[in-house]
């Protein structure tokens, strides 16, 4: 359950907001899609998930003679307490043998992104078809629900010229991930 809010502040710009039920299952030690398995616990007592994101797009309209592209620059914040997946109440690292495994309890996870498109040939006239390429970079603390701390991502894409053709598009991507290694790793938070 949640809303999301999105302000078309000019042509170029646009900000999107969301806030969402941070735990839709609710509470429970077994599997979270069997306690919510149609997606229809309407709950509103649970630590919220928040999102915001800033679009800033070039060459957007139909028709514009450029070629059109977009940068998003978001970040999200939930404020639920989650387990530390490398850290114990003192700070000592899980991988420790001496750090007695009692794990870290983190309020809340956060993380930002950024996104950027570009079209870098266009078939005709067509606005929908042509060759773009597309780049991320989240960064996010790891806990249980963002597992990798850095990615980058970058990808291309072909869409067809001929709209008849089962197959309209081909993205072949590259990602690179970075998971910090335990022994250089320091706390961001514990409570």
Known sequence: MGTRLR??????????GGLFDGDAAG?????PQLRDRYGVNFRVNDPPLVLAEAQFLWNGKKGDPGLDGKFKLGGWRHFGTFTDERFTLSGVSLANPASGGVTANLSGDFGVYSVFEQKIYRVGQDDDRGVGVFGGHPIARRTAIS??????RASSSWVSAKVDRKINSVSPEAMRASRRGLRRSTPISST
């Open 7 to 16: 302000a078309d502040v000019s042509d170029n710009l646009t900000l999107i």
């Open 147 to 152: 597992s990798m701390s850095i990615q980058m």
């Open 27 to 31: 509470p429970g030690q077994d599997d």
